[in-house]
């Protein structure tokens, strides 16, 4: 398990220093992006509900680079929400096999669809469920507390712990 969140880590600093080293143009297009589905794409986007966090809202996230290291700069709205009770609704990536998962990742897309642009560490979610939430396909919605990692370990920029599956 921490071979995989050190491979996500790895690819989202890569990402994000791409993200870097490109030339700014107008910011990204409209309809592209984290969590953003091609309309040729099999698979429906998340629908918007107003019960749970946007991921274009977790997505406003920045990065500076310091001392070698990708470092995320959360926007004071986003900082506001650390340590408080959130839902949020996305995809599971399992961390271990297993048709039940208490520790896995919440991502703004589909890991089968082909056509989703996968995002950094600002489209994923690390959950730690209280009990074990069953693997699916289909979106998921799940609460908890929401904490913004500053400097996590892994490089990933959110987790909930205490999750629990809401529909």
Same mark, same amino acid.
């Given at each position: 398990?921490? !071979? ?6 790895? $690819?989202?600093?890569?990402?994000? @220093? ?18 953003? /589905? *091609? #309309?040729?794409?099999? $698979? ?7 019960? =749970? ?11 500076? =680079?310091?001392?070698?290291? =990708? ?7 986003? &900082? ?8 949020? @609704?996305? $995809?599971?990536?399992? &961390? ?6 208490? /520790?896995?990742? &919440? *991502? *703004?897309? #589909?890991?089968? +669809?082909?056509? +989703?642009? #996968? ?15 069953? !693997?699916?396909?289909?979106? &998921?919605? =799940? ?9 996590? #370990? !892994?490089?990933? !920029? ?10």
């Amino acid at each position: 398990m921490r !071979y995989l969140l050190s491979v996500i880590a790895l $690819f989202a600093a890569t990402l994000a @220093q791409a993200q870097l080293d490109a030339p700014v143009q107008g910011g990204i297009p409209s309809g592209s992006g984290a969590g953003v /589905h *091609s #309309p040729d794409s099999p $698979f429906a986007p998340l629908k918007e509900r107003a019960d =749970v966090l946007s991921w274009a809202f977790l997505t406003q996230v920045k990065t500076k =680079v310091e001392k070698n290291r =990708v470092l995320p700069v959360f926007p004071a709205p986003i &900082l506001a929400l650390d340590g408080k009770p959130q839902r949020v @609704q996305g $995809f599971m990536m399992p &961390l271990e096999p297993g048709e039940k998962q208490t /520790h896995f990742l &919440l *991502s *703004s897309v #589909p890991l089968s +669809c082909s056509f +989703c642009l #996968p995002g950094g560490p600002e489209s994923m979610i690390e959950v730690k469920s209280r009990t074990p939430i069953r !693997y699916g396909m289909e979106p &998921l919605v =799940v609460q908890g507390r929401l904490a913004v990692l500053r400097d996590d #370990p !892994y490089g990933l !920029y959110y987790r909930i712990t205490d999750a629990v599956a809401v529909k």
